[in-house]
């Protein structure tokens, strides 16, 4: 069964760097961002992990916690950080579950049910282990997002969409093509004008159903 958005995240307990891991134990009250790679030591997911080291300051100061997935174990895992701490010239300060029984990797259909890991494989045989969840404190998925082999994740979209679900959460606002923090706002169908103005103050009506206002505080 595929994964969709309002889905609450499959549980899972699973070694890790950081030890046993439970994940809505882990998540607690934050929200979380699951990415994960088809192999260790490859080029491609060391310039990822190395990204997502160094924006690990900007995720805590979205109370959000990070989670690396891949099909090798724990130990390689260990020797791997290694390689990522000196591309990236920061700590790999989150942990990489052992996947190695692809447990989780089917549990969040990244791959066939019946796939499995040839004892001499490559990262070809688990390609489709290149996927990113954003879950929210209620466990519940709020994204999902997925990339072929050759194209490198774009971590900073991935941190503008966090900015975007934890700003409209809750809220009856959107926002728009290209948003970026700090920019303004949709206002939500379910209010009429009225409404949005005695919430939100001025706002913008560009088409009946295009209606701009400030982004809220955090």
């Given at each position: 069964m595929s994964i969709r958005i309002d889905d609450i995240a499959p549980d899972f307990t699973v070694d890790s760097t950081a030890g046993k891991i439970n994940l809505h134990e882990w998540i607690g009250d934050s929200y979380a961002i699951l990415f994960s790679?088809?192999?260790?030591?490859?080029?491609v997911c060391t310039t990822e992990f190395g990204a997502?080291?160094?924006?690990?300051?900007?995720?805590?100061k979205r109370n959000t916690k990070v989670m690396g997935v891949s099909v090798d174990n724990?130990?390689?895992?260990?020797?791997?950080?290694?390689?990522?701490?000196?591309?990236a010239g920061v700590p790999a300060d989150f942990p990489i579950i052992d996947d190695t029984s692809l447990h989780v990797s089917k549990l969040y259909d990244m791959l066939p049910a019946g796939a499995y890991l040839a004892e001499n494989r490559t990262?070809?045989?688990s390609a489709t282990v290149r996927t990113v969840f954003?879950?929210?404190?209620?466990?519940?998925?709020?994204?999902?997002?997925?990339?072929?082999?050759?194209?490198?994740?774009?971590?900073?979209?991935?941190?503008?969409?966090?900015d975007a679900i934890q700003i409209t959460d809750?809220?009856?606002?959107a926002t728009p093509a290209n948003w970026i923090p700090g920019q303004d706002v949709i206002v939500g169908l379910s209010?009429?004008?009225?409404?949005?103005?005695?919430?939100?103050?001025?706002?913008?009506?560009?088409l009946p159903y295009l209606r701009f206002t400030k982004a809220p505080k955090k």
């Open positions: 790679h088809p192999k260790d030591f490859t080029p997502v080291a160094q924006l690990v300051p900007e995720f805590a724990v130990e390689e895992h260990k020797k791997w950080k290694r390689d990522i701490e000196a591309f990262p070809a045989n954003i879950i929210g404190p209620d466990k519940k998925v709020r994204l999902t997002m997925s990339y072929p082999m050759s194209v490198g994740r774009n971590f900073a979209e991935i941190l503008r969409a966090l809750g809220a009856p606002i209010l009429n004008d009225e409404q949005a103005k005695e919430k939100f103050g001025n706002i913008d009506i560009k």
